[in-house]
């Protein structure tokens, strides 16, 4: 257990080094340069080395790249150049939007699929299987900005139940802000849920094909209680998986959904960064995104050994 | 796979035969089909032209002279949603030849060869992996600038990780097999066995995989023009259309209804068909259901 452990930490250790490698290599050769940016067309040549002096970009490559990559590890991201205020603090301002975002997103998602996929599942090939079937082949189609589109204009439009975007902060109270997450959130679940009950009805189909399922019902156990304490159970481990990489997907993939609705969130602040050339800022939320699905996985992995101690006893 | 299946199971009519009976394949079929339809005639043929800008007739409701209404600058949104495909199809398909043309392969290479090259590509692998897809998509358009090439290339490179993974897993599973030892026997090397015997046998977990991250790109390319990174107006897209459309719908809700509808339609055409492929070209799957 204790060397499978280790050797997930150092395969998680080594993509982040080489995400950061690659993350600042990619940075470094893009055309732009910030002190430009920030002095504007009309800046002497003397003003501009300053700048540059200042900001450090006239340091070797290397320097560069460990005062960076050293600075992060003990939480300095540096300083945005347009919001002269350092990264992290953005990054942390931002994060109370995006963070809430996705764990409601990922609640509900996991609270619709889990039940559906089962209940499909129990009813392998008749009509209720078909047709739940049908309709997750339907949220698999549907993109997410569209569906907010559609929800904006039934719940905010015309119905006047929500706002239709912005984010009120959370110094309101904790409801005012909930209720501006609540659309982005359900666009988000939505065709998430609908991969995940997807998943949910075939790692259950698989488990519920199983001598021991037999087992429990030749005994006399009701059918609620074996589809609940035992399929459910040994069909977690693909469920977790998937659960996994959308909650990954969930912290980075709102970008598009935080343009529909104005939120202040990551996603908005990695676009505008990237538009405004402000790489540091871009560099910072991109590894901090890395990082989140790195744990995401290492935290998956672990989890699989709690869920199944098979797992454990071979690791 | 279809090796250890009975001799009639290869036959192309024995999978025409299950093809015809399997209904999630014909209708994604028929949707493909006339989508792709849509897009071809859209060269020759469109109601209006899509350039021509009339602006007494902005934002239409549907009439019989406009089926799907018209934009806010009086263009017709069924042509403009016939010449949209063309944008969809065009990138997504090139994205998934970019995929498979890297991936196949890297992956065939990694599971011939084995020991480091192998260990080299999965980790490779988890790198791309660690990177937030459509984050990424939009970093790479944004910065080399937007366009419907740098799309490509940006949904491209996350599918040559994928196809790597498809590839590697189906050719592993075959390298121990008696006839591929047959053949190492018989003194070929790897690069014409993996040609010869890996790569046919694995083309119909390809096809399936290709079908699936097809949809998925037409997804990504519909959001990547949405916020202004794919193709460039005048050349209408759906994901653009929809971004119009969001500050307009309190007036006009069919803006937003129709290119939205024809990205569905499309994704869940190509769905059904790759799970109808896999249906009729993978027994062992077949059997299970």
């Not at chain 1, 998680?12 to 993350?23: D, N, Y």
């Not at chain 1, 959308?246 to 969130?265: D, R, S």
Request: aromatic share 8%.
């Amino acid at each position: 257990m204790t060397a499978f452990i280790l050797k997930r930490l150092g395969i998680g250790l080594a993509t982040l080094v080489l995400a950061s490698i690659v993350v600042f290599a990619v940075m470094e050769i893009l055309p732009g340069d910030p002190a430009q940016l920030m002095l504007g067309l009309n800046a002497t040549d003397d003003a501009l080395q300053a700048l540059r002096n200042q900001m450090g970009l006239n340091d070797p490559v290397l320097w560069r790249y460990f005062s960076w990559a050293g600075g992060m590890l003990v939480g300095d991201f540096g300083n945005s150049y347009t919001y002269s205020s350092p990264v992290i603090e953005l990054i942390g301002e931002r994060a109370i939007v995006s963070l809430p975002l996705a764990v409601i997103s990922l609640l509900l998602s996991t609270l619709i699929a889990i039940p559906v996929g089962m209940f499909a599942a129990a009813r392998r090939g008749r009509m209720a299987d078909t047709s739940v079937m049908g309709v997750t082949q339907l949220g698999v189609a549907i993109p997410n900005f569209w569906f907010a589109l559609l929800l904006i204009y039934v719940f905010a439009v015309w119905l006047r139940l929500v706002p239709a975007g912005g984010f009120p902060g959370w110094s309101g109270g904790i409801w005012p802000g909930v209720r501006s997450l609540l659309l982005p959130a359900v666009a988000l679940a939505l065709p998430q849920a609908a991969i995940l009950a997807r998943v949910t009805r075939s790692a259950m189909l698989e488990v519920l094909g199983e001598d021991y399922i037999r087992t429990a019902r030749a005994k006399g156990m009701p059918r609620r209680v074996v589809l609940w304490r035992h399929a459910l159970r040994n069909a977690l481990i693909p469920v977790l998986t998937i659960m996994g990489l959308q909650f990954a997907f969930l912290l980075a993939g709102t970008i598009i959904i935080e343009n529909v609705f104005y939120l202040p969130g990551l996603g908005r602040l990695v676009f505008q960064a990237i538009t405004q050339r402000d790489l540091i800022v871009v560099e910072g939320v991109v590894m901090l995104l890395v990082a989140s699905v790195v744990i995401v996985n290492l935290a998956v992995d672990l989890t699989y050994a709690l869920v199944d101690p098979r797992l454990r006893a071979r690791a | 796979m279809s090796i250890e299946a009975p001799l009639p199971e290869n036959a192309p009519e024995h999978w025409l035969r299950l093809a015809l009976k399997n209904r999630s394949f014909l209708t994604g079929l028929l949707i493909t089909a006339l989508i792709a339809a849509m897009a071809l005639i859209s060269y020759v043929w469109t109601p209006y032209d899509v350039t021509d800008l009339i602006v007494a007739d902005r934002m239409k409701t549907m009439s019989s002279e406009h089926l799907f209404g018209t934009d806010h600058f009086g263009r017709d949104i069924f042509s403009m949603i016939m010449v949209g495909a063309r944008n969809s199809i065009a990138v997504a398909i090139v994205a998934v030849g970019v995929g498979m043309g890297i991936g196949v392969p890297l992956g065939c290479w990694a599971a011939a060869r084995g020991g480091f090259v192998d260990e080299a590509l999965m980790r490779f692998n988890d790198l791309i992996f660690a990177f937030p897809a459509l984050l990424s998509a939009v970093m790479i358009t944004a910065i080399f600038g937007p366009g419907a090439i740098n799309a490509i290339i940006a949904i491209g490179i996350f599918n040559v990780p994928v196809f790597a993974r498809v590839a590697r897993a189906g050719a592993l599973a075959l390298w121990p097999r008696e006839y591929v030892l047959a053949a190492r026997a018989a003194g070929k090397g790897k690069a014409l066995i993996t040609l010869q015997h890996i790569l046919p046998n694995i083309a119909s977990m390809l096809l399936v995989q290709g079908t699936i991250q097809f949809a998925l790109g037409i997804l990504a390319e519909a959001g990547l023009s949405y916020l202004g990174l794919g193709a460039q107006p005048p050349m209408p897209s759906w994901g653009r259309m929809l971004f119009d459309a969001q500050t307009r719908m309190m007036v006009a809700p069919h803006l937003a209804i129709f290119p939205g509808l024809a990205i569905v339609i499309t994704v869940l055409g190509l769905n059904l068909l790759g799970d109808g492929l896999r249906d009729v070209l993978d027994p062992r799957l077949r059997r299970e259901r």
